[in-house]
């Protein structure tokens, strides 16, 4: 081999060594940046986006009204209606458990309150019912409640909303 060929072989694999050392060094940073939180993941924002469209629509799926005209059996006890209420808020909750990874914790902290506050709603006034209640005695009871007091479902929706507008 002549002077020249020696100097471009190791001209080639010098400039071949720094390109994939460069390659490796963007790897890097770009892991240690997803590890701080730094690096926003353009994959994830349709992910975040969807949770907070579920969780919207959890928030008005057990909104008391709602519930009311989906679950409404006049032929209930005020008991049955009460377990039948607050199972189908249970296993709505339970569907969408999964999308606290997607959102803020504030997000998922406020839609484990409207859960938890609407449940203890319905259980404290239907148990003020007289035993022989019927479910249309505790749907009046609660649908006349919630006229008196602000609508938590609302709230939620909004900062569910706000949070996800900062994603976009």
Known sequence: ???????????????????????????RRQSVQAENGELSSVSGHPLQLQAYERLILLADRIAIPNLISRLNHPDLS??????LLTQTIKQ????????????????????KNL????????????NTLAITAKAYDLNKLLLEYL?????????????????AKKVL
């Not at 081999?1 to 790897?27: E, K, P, R």
């Not at 859960?115 to 239907?126: F, G, S």
């Not at 006229?147 to 949070?163: G, I, P, Q, R, W």
């Open 1 to 27: 081999m002549d002077t020249t060929t020696i100097v471009l072989s190791s001209i080639i694999a010098i400039l071949l060594a720094g390109f994939l050392a460069y390659i490796f060094w963007i790897q």
């Open 115 to 126: 859960k938890e506050q609407t449940l203890l709603i319905i259980n404290q006034l239907a």
């Open 78 to 83: 005020a008991r049955e209606m009460q377990l």
């Open 92 to 111: 709505e909750f339970d569907h969408n458990i999964t999308q606290q990874i997607y959102v803020t914790a504030e997000s998922w902290e406020a839609v």
């Open 147 to 163: 006229h008196t007091v602000d609508n938590m479902n609302d709230k939620v929706s909004a900062l569910l909303s706000f949070n």
